[in-house]
Nanobody
């Protein structure tokens, strides 16, 4: 069991940046993978980025080159650095932890709003 708490969301103008943080209630050293999802109103939840325990990353095509996922195992925290934000990036962003078979644990979400 692990609890995940996101922070760092907010309102930003297009072209701006935000860094989301996901603090876990226990060590994430062995949690594989960790990831970020997002869900906009009326749309399905989509995977934005994921990172394995070995540091391999993958990204949705829509955010490649703009977003960077990272993990700090010493701080039990996963980050999502979001640059060059666009209005279409507006959504609730959720942190997730998986076990290699499924995404098992979810945070409560943090709102990101990008104004044009």
């Amino acid at each position: 069991q692990v609890q995940l708490v996101e922070s760092g969301g907010g309102l930003v103008q297009a072209g701006g940046s935000l860094r989301l943080s996901c603090a876990a209630s226990r060590s994430i050293f062995s949690i594989n993978p960790m990831g970020w999802y997002r869900q906009a109103p009326g749309k399905q939840r989509e995977l934005v980025a994921a990172i394995t325990s070995g540091g391999s990353r993958n990204y949705a095509d829509s955010v490649k080159g703009r977003f960077t996922i990272s993990r700090d195992n010493a701080k039990n925290t996963v980050y999502l650095q979001m640059n060059s934000l666009k209005p279409e990036d507006s959504a609730v962003y959720y942190c997730a932890a998986g076990d290699g078979l499924a995404w098992k644990y979810w945070g409560q979400g943090t709102q990101v709003t990008v104004s044009s």
